[in-house]
């Protein structure tokens, strides 16, 4: 999981103003076991905050510095100190979901009027990295420009999808070595479009109104904007990392029953997924949408013991006489093949395999309520239009609420995602990337 959650840009009221040497600065409450991200400037940083860890230091007396944190319950401020002059701060705090991993940045290139982002391979899906970088200009009156180019979507220090307005957002900040220096635009880039298009330069222009030894500096690349897209039409979210609770901010919190516990999820995080024991173990939640077409149900599978019985990934609804959901079921084959159930209306029997391995499965009822279903974001089955009943009951994930005993997932599940619209194939693509 790459994709921000929140982010809080600090400035204003956010971060204390020029004039002391100590800074509070308050961010969106955040949930316990996310990780937090602060790229902070304003002066020579000499104290990392309590309790975060340092990533990057500062870039000469343009002073960028990166700490993280792991996030505790409402977590929604940090201080720190100067040790020379009385700057104001600037920066953002993002937060991540449990299991994101910083990625270094690879430092900075300072005093140069342009700079190109560091070259980093093999990245597949939505990654943020963070970089800073440092352009002196000092003389009163100037107007210069600093150019960023962009290196191919593969290379670029973050990944951006070639879709739509995903993109690279840019910024600029300064930092006023004395009382009295003003900048024209004061401290945020002026230019049209902040979301540049993979391989675009773009360049701006900074006037110092008044002399001084301040130097400017172009900041930060902010990952595409993919988790926004992605948290559209988002009505439930279960991210299990250590808990059942809806982080889409709709208060859908699920309910653990029977045998479920924490295990490790498919990038090897402890704790950040869970495991069903295929007899009386599932989790329900307040249907999260009784809506019958432009749905899409996302969620991680791994089977441990593929039975005749179906079992349950995700179902919305009562699965013996309404609703809509997908399944496993071996159906007397040496292996299960995925199955949509349209409760009370038909199994479509995809004749999709699967093995015991980690894999994404996407779930559209389109418009005219026909299903689609992708697996590892792959279009794998198409079915034929037929209306499901509108749900009724609850939403199960690891049982269907017929009230048989059969449905009980045996293996574990992540990050279920329940959305009021259809997913595209890039949408689902980024799913399956994170």
């Known amino acids: 999981m790459s994709s921000w959650v929140t982010r809080t840009v600090l400035s204003g009221s956010s971060a204390d103003p020029n004039g002391t040497n100590s800074h509070t600065c308050t961010f969106t409450p955040a949930t316990a076991g996310n990780l937090l991200v602060a790229v902070i400037a304003g002066g020579m940083t000499s104290s990392t905050p309590s309790g975060w860890t340092l990533q990057q230091s500062g870039v000469q007396y343009a002073a960028v510095y990166v700490f993280t944190k792991t996030a505790s319950s409402g977590e929604s401020s940090f201080s720190t100190t100067h040790n020379n002059g009385?700057?104001?701060?600037?920066?953002?705090?993002?937060?991540?979901?449990?299991?994101?991993?910083?990625?270094?940045?690879?430092?900075?290139?300072?005093?140069?009027?342009?700079?190109?982002?560091?070259?980093?391979?093999?990245?597949?899906?939505?990654?943020?990295?963070?970089?800073?970088?440092?352009?002196?200009?000092?003389?009163?009156?100037?107007?210069?420009?600093?150019?960023?180019?962009?290196?191919?979507?593969?290379?670029?220090?973050?990944?951006?999808?070639?879709?739509?307005?995903?993109?690279?957002?840019?910024?600029?900040?300064?930092?006023?070595?004395?009382?009295?220096?003003?900048?024209?635009?004061?401290?945020?880039?002026?230019?049209?479009?902040?979301?540049?298009?993979t391989g675009e330069a773009i360049s701006f222009a900074l006037s110092v109104i008044t002399p001084n030894t301040a130097m400017p500096w172009l900041w930060f690349a902010d990952g595409s904007t993919s988790d926004t897209t992605l948290n559209n039409n988002l009505a439930a979210r279960y991210d299990f990392s250590g808990n059942a609770n809806d982080t889409s901010g709709n208060g859908k919190n699920g309910t653990i029953n029977g045998t479920v516990t924490g295990t490790t999820d498919r990038h090897g995080t402890s704790n950040s997924a869970y495991s069903f024991n295929g007899s009386t173990g599932y989790i329900s939640a307040t249907l999260p949408t009784t809506a019958t077409s432009n749905i899409a149900i996302s969620a991680w599978f791994?089977?441990?013991?593929?039975?005749?019985?179906?079992?349950?990934?995700?179902?919305?609804?009562?699965?013996?006489?309404?609703?809509?959901?997908?399944?496993?079921?071996?159906?007397?084959?040496?292996?299960?093949?995925?199955?949509?159930?349209?409760?009370?209306v038909t199994w479509y029997a995809t004749g999709i395999f699967v093995d015991t391995n980690w894999h994404h499965v996407v779930l559209n009822i389109m418009s005219d309520k026909h299903p689609e279903l992708y697996l590892d974001s792959v279009k794998v089955y198409t079915g034929t239009v037929l209306t499901p009943g509108t749900p009724t009951g609850n939403l199960g994930i690891g049982n269907d609420y017929s009230g048989t005993a059969t449905p009980f997932f045996n293996g574990a599940l992540d990050d279920i995602r329940i959305y009021t619209a259809t997913l595209t194939a890039t949408q689902v693509g980024e799913l399956y990337a994170m």
């Open 86 to 197: 009385d700057r104001p701060l600037r920066g953002i705090v993002y937060e991540f979901y449990a299991g994101s991993t910083y990625l270094d940045g690879n430092s900075a290139n300072n005093q140069s009027n342009s700079a190109t982002g560091p070259q980093v391979t093999g990245l597949a899906g939505t990654y943020t990295r963070f970089s800073a970088r440092s352009w002196c200009m000092s003389t009163s009156g100037s107007t210069g420009s600093c150019s960023w180019t962009l290196p191919t979507v593969e290379d670029y220090d973050t990944y951006v999808p070639d879709t739509g307005q995903d993109g690279v957002f840019l910024s600029i900040a300064y930092d006023d070595n004395a009382t009295g220096s003003s900048f024209d635009p004061s401290s945020v880039a002026s230019i049209s479009d902040p979301f540049i298009v």
């Open 302 to 344: 791994k089977t441990s013991n593929i039975t005749n019985d179906r079992q349950t990934i995700v179902m919305c609804g009562n699965g013996g006489s309404d609703g809509y959901g997908v399944f496993v079921n071996q159906e007397g084959m040496a292996t299960g093949q995925l199955m949509i159930l349209y409760g009370n």
